[in-house]
């Protein structure tokens, strides 16, 4: 199984597969249609306040990282075990995530946390 990230902005593909936004909160100006997706999965992202201390605050990204793994680790970690059955499914999977840095976003830790 391949697993995959991409902007939720970026143009929907046909070797994206089963398209998984991986955000709490629904990308700004983006229509359900043009966002293609297959799943929603809100319940794995980061928690409210982990992405206000990162986003707003200005929380390290190494101190994000470890706080979002722990979270992963704990309190959303049924709804991690669920989203990996999910894609297990599939061959080819995206998780879509909405900001603009594609070096320091959740959506990278998470694909590593599912381990496929």
Partial sequence: MELRT???????APAD??????????PRGLSKERAALDL????VAPSTELRR?????GLPWDAFADAYRAELAGPARAELESLR?????HPVAT???GVHDEH???ALLLRD????
């Fill in 17 to 26: 597969g089963f398209r998984v936004l991986v955000d709490r909160l629904w």
């Fill in 85 to 89: 059955d999910e894609l297990a499914r």
């Fill in 53 to 57: 201390a990162f986003h707003r605050d």
């Fill in 104 to 106: 320091h976003n959740h």
């Fill in 113 to 116: 946390a599912l381990g496929l």
């Fill in 95 to 97: 998780l879509l995530y």
């Fill in 40 to 43: 929603w999965a809100k319940d």
């Fill in 6 to 12: 991409k902007r939720v902005y970026d143009d929907p």
